[in-house]
């Protein structure tokens, strides 16, 4: 069985880089004494994958994980798995649901678009509807080889102003085609002539998304099974 | 308390790795000091990563923090990039529990491992707000403390210390709260509270100059050792279970500080290891248990230990790793079982070239012990093997050199020949890493002047010449940084305005090869007219008097001294948990050679 589960990434533990996450996540799932199988090998490694990277400084309540139990090892239920990993988990980190996954993909190969929400910022707001209005945008990204120029608009799927001036947008994300948010963020200070070091905007991961027949899905919406959901939590209004 | 807003929002998304700086982290301790009877801010005078390695800073905080009476709580230095931040937003050091600037702190305790750490205790000081010199610290000012292996000879820092403490700190740290704590009870002014602070064993006072003798635990096993470790985000250096086997080595090598002052012997016993192991293991989620010591091999149970830790930690998912390994098939035997899975590379320290050198540092090695244990890691399937050497030991001459050449050459073509049966004779790989002697205090070296910088450099060309070959690389410590060390190590008071002047000038982590800056620090020597190789270069006489010999670690002089003149001659002395005591003088106040299973309980 493939055990999903989706975490938050909280204010204490933001500045935390990715690989610092995934090993922490592996701890607690070591504390908790989920069964979780081994790679086969000289140095077998715990088998368990993230859907997608985070910045640093940015919050999240949206990451996902997907972990393979042993099949050899004893019998473990959703929720109870829910139960001992959500015990274990370090400051600033915690597990708000999990379900059983029986399909064949991964979560990184199945996620296209993830959902944000800055901070207010009112000097931003113009220039985010000047950019919704566009059909091509284009500005300079961070890739993993460096700075590029590409065209921003097409990799943002939608963009508005909520109530007291923050930003919501949902962006590309995953291996096809990605987006980082801090450079939308930068493309759209540059169109309104703002210097985005000035602004310092808090941006806050809110939901990732696969895409089944055009519409954007909740990882935890296919092929999953026996969903536990945190008491008292409720999921961002976009995921 | 700092401004929480300005870290978060203004400095720490402009700062590398900001995670340094956040705490939070598992199993940290964070009740906050107003509660406390007494607190302590545990410094590290190194960066995050470095200082949240060390098993004795971990040690210190669990004591403390497990009286309810007392807090304690961590800061480590600031990378530059941070310190100008800092500096920028009037953002004092503060401590990474609950953001309480340093010098709230009743104590600040700095653990000073390695001489080359000594201007980033004045630039933290100086970000505490605290007066860098003791003398000028006024009545609301933290009393700030050193500890560990420096403090065998805190002379060139005296100034900047209250209070030093020498030896094992596990049960002073309890007594200076204690202390702290009753004092401030009673009121007491700060000075009167460093002065009944120096009246405890084991706690040397600058100001007074005390003649003092350091502490030793006498059986480790009654010693408080941490069930939690504070778990990082961000990977330290040794970021895993690190079980402390035991205490002291007697094999004796003569250049070796830990292996005097660390005296006698002092093994844990094999349940409580378990006991330790299976806790850390629960409380953390680590996923290695090392065991630590000087050299762990050499724990006389080691085998029937990594054979349990194995048992019951494997189906976890955790690996036993041993860190530090003999020259011997005894050793390799143990780590082919260990490390199974970890095919990284196997390390041995034959540290000299000939039998001659060898025999005169009392390093028990032999060539045949080397190139059989060379030809067990190959042909078990190892490609790389690490080899450390010493240059500048006293006695030493050019053939010694041309032994180490030698000696690597004979290993590379060893492991050739042994790759060569398996058809994979080019991927074999010898690494070499050659440091210069650092005379250390409280050593049969400690009278012994390093070799002069163009002696070294001059050493290292020779050898990098004669070690050119594929399959060899050779790595050389920087000899501007060695001459710093050793002028540290072996200096007095003297020294203190350079490394005021030092700091002023911009020099941080001088022990980061590419932090180091030998122009400042030349600079700063010429200003303030102190010449380091008065320390660094000169030979002591045995009779005149020692900067550190007010200092007593155990080991008698006398024994040093003999030691030195054995080491004249070449000759060995053997280990006393083996051969005869050689009357060293470490047993005392209680403690003696404790070998779990043997003289045990």
């Known amino acids: 069985m493939v055990l999903r589960v989706r975490i938050v990434k909280g204010e204490e533990a933001r500045f935390v880089p990715h690989l610092g996450f995934m090993r922490a996540f592996e701890r607690a799932m070591r504390r908790a004494e989920i069964p979780v199988a081994y790679s086969e090998g000289y140095h077998p490694l715990p088998k368990f994958s993230f859907a997608s990277a985070l910045g640093v400084g940015i919050t999240s309540e949206a990451e996902y994980a997907d972990i393979q139990l042993d099949p050899d090892g004893p019998e473990i239920g959703v929720e109870e798995a829910f139960d001992a990993l959500g015990a274990k988990m370090p400051p600033g980190l915690a597990v708000v649901a999990a379900c059983s996954y029986w399909g064949k993909s991964s979560l990184a190969s199945r996620v296209e678009y993830a959902s944000y929400r800055t901070s207010a910022c009112p000097g931003l707001n113009d220039a985010a509807s000047v950019f919704a209005g566009l059909c091509t945008s284009p500005g300079m990204v961070t890739t993993k080889s460096g700075q590029k120029e590409v065209d921003i608009r097409k990799l943002v799927r939608k963009i508005s102003v ?70 008292g939590w409720k999921p961002g209004e976009l995921s | 308390m700092v401004d929480k807003q300005v870290l978060y929002e203004e400095i720490l998304p402009q700062v590398s790795q900001p995670v340094r700086y956040v705490g939070n982290e598992l199993n940290s301790v964070r009740r906050g000091a107003s509660e406390a009877e007494a607190s302590i801010l545990l410094a590290f005078p190194d960066v995050y990563e470095v200082g949240m390695s060390y098993i004795g800073f971990k040690i210190l905080y669990e004591i403390v923090n497990s009286s309810p009476r ?122 009167d509270i460093v002065n009944s602070l120096s009246e405890i064993s084991g706690v040397y006072c600058p100001r007074h100059k005390n003649p003092v003798r350091r502490r030793v635990v006498a059986d480790l096993d009654e010693a408080e050792f941490p069930r939690k470790f504070v778990v990082p985000f961000l990977e330290a250096v040794h970021d895993r279970v690190a079980l402390e086997v035991m205490r002291g080595c007697t094999r004796g090598c003569r250049f070796c500080q830990a292996g005097m002052i660390y005296r006698p012997v002092r093994e844990r016993g094999l349940d409580n290891l378990c006991s330790l192991a299976e806790d850390l293991v629960r409380s953390t ?177 020779y050898l990098r010449e004669r070690m050119r070959m594929r399959g060899l690389s050779v790595s050389f410590h920087d000899v501007e940084a060695s001459f710093l060390e050793a002028a540290f190590a072996r200096g007095g008071r003297e020294l203190a305005p350079a490394i005021e002047r030092a700091m002023a000038l911009g020099c941080r982590f001088d022990g980061w090869s590419d932090q180091f800056r030998a122009d400042l620090w030349r600079q700063a020597f010429e200003e303030v007219g102190v010449d ?13 008097r020692l900067p550190w010999d007010h200092i007593d670690m155990g080991v008698s002089k006398d024994f040093l001294r003999r030691e030195a003149e054995r080491a004249a001659k070449a000759e060995l002395t053997p280990d006393c948990r083996t051969g005869a005591c050689t009357g060293c003088g470490a047993c005392a106040d209680g403690a003696r050679t404790r070998l779990a299973g043997g003289a045990w309980r």
């Not at chain 2, 006024?138 to 000879?153: F, H, K, L, Q």
């Not at chain 2, 094992?168 to 007594?175: H, K, R, S, T």
Request: hydrophobic share 40%; aromatic share 8%.
């Open chain 1, 162 to 231: 909520a109530d007291g001036g923050a930003l919501e947008f949902v962006c590309a994300c995953g291996g096809r085609a990605h987006l980082r948010p801090e450079n939308l963020l930068a493309h759209l200070s540059s169109i309104a002539g703002a210097n985005l070091n000035a602004v310092r905007l808090r941006i806050h991961r809110t939901g990732l998304f696969f895409v089944e027949n055009g519409e954007l899905v909740s990882p935890m919406a296919c092929k999953c099974k026996d969903l536990v959901i945190a008491k």
């Open chain 2, 70 to 191: 007392f807090v304690a709580e961590r800061a480590f230095a600031p990378w530059p990039d941070m310190e100008a931040q800092m500096r920028l937003y009037n953002l004092p050091l503060y401590g990474l529990e609950t953001y309480s600037s340093a010098s709230s702190f009743d104590v600040i305790g700095f653990t000073l491992q390695y001489e080359l750490t000594y201007t980033n205790v004045l630039a933290m000081l100086d970000l505490a707000g605290v007066p860098l010199r003791a003398e000028v610290r006024t009545e609301n000012d933290p009393i700030v403390i050193a500890g560990g292996p420096c403090g065998s000879n805190p002379e060139p820092i005296a100034a900047f210390f209250d209070l030093v403490v020498v030896g094992d700190g596990e049960e002073v740290i309890v007594e200076i709260m204690s202390e702290v704590a009753r004092k401030k009870r009673e009121g007491a002014e700060r000075a």
């Open chain 2, 285 to 461: 989620g680590y996923d290695e248990i090392s065991l630590l010591s000087l050299s762990s091999a050499d724990y006389t149970q080691v085998t029937e230990l990594s054979r349990r830790l194995v048992e019951e930690h494997a189906k976890r998912g955790v690996t036993v790793s041993l860190p530090s390994l003999r020259v011997d098939s005894f050793s390799l035997e143990l780590a082919r079982e260990l490390e199974k899975f970890r095919r990284t590379g196997l390390t041995f320290a034959p540290e000299a070239g000939t039998q001659r050198m060898r025999d005169v540092i009392n390093k028990g090695v032999t060539e045949e012990d080397l190139m059989s244990a060379a030809r067990d890691a190959f042909e078990s399937g190892w490609d790389l093997v690490k080899l450390y050497f010493m240059i500048g030991l006293p006695h030493e001459t050019d053939e010694d050199l041309d032994g180490i050449a030698d000696l690597c050459r004979r290993v590379l073509e060893l492991g050739r020949s042994a790759a060569r049966k398996r058809g994979k004779a080019g991927r074999v790989r010898v690494n070499v890493s050659v440091s210069s002697f650092v005379p250390k205090p409280h050593t049969p070296f400690q009278w012994y002047g390093q070799n002069s910088r163009e002696e070294l450099a001059r050493k290292q060309d």
């Open chain 2, 532 to 544: 380091p190789s008065k320390w660094a270069n000169a030979s002591y006489d045995f009779d005149q």
